[in-house]
Structure formats: C-alpha cells, structure tokens
C-alpha cells in the first residue's frame, strides 16, 4: 500500500501544505520522545509492527 501511495505522489506531486504537515508531525514525534525519554513508538502496542518501518 505505502509503495502505491509513493508512486501516486512521486507522479501527481504533492499538495503544498505536505511537506510542513510531515515536518509538524516530526516536530510533536521528537517532542513527546523528550518528554518520555524513549521513542514514543516503543510504547505504543503494534505501531512498529504495523508501520512500515523503512519510513519511520
């Protein structure tokens, strides 16, 4: 699924406001991986499991 949306985008381009929105998700990742001193994800039942780990 992850490879379709990929090739979707790498072909139609994306909308403008993608990349801040991607950069603002990072932005709260890293904050709430301070703040718990681990990286979120790790306490978060099958997120790994259930991502596509390459692009995390």
């Known amino acids: 699924m992850e490879k379709m949306l990929i090739d979707v985008a790498l072909r ?3 909308p403008d406001f993608t990349i ?3 950069k603002a998700f990072l932005g709260l990742k890293k904050y709430f991986d301070k703040l ?3 990286d979120i994800y790790t ?3 099958n997120v ?3 991502s596509c780990e390459s692009l995390l």
């Open 48 to 50: 790994i499991e259930n």
């Open 12 to 14: 139609h381009g994306l």
């Open 36 to 38: 718990c001193d681990c």
């Open 20 to 22: 801040d929105k991607w």
């Open 43 to 45: 306490l978060l039942p």
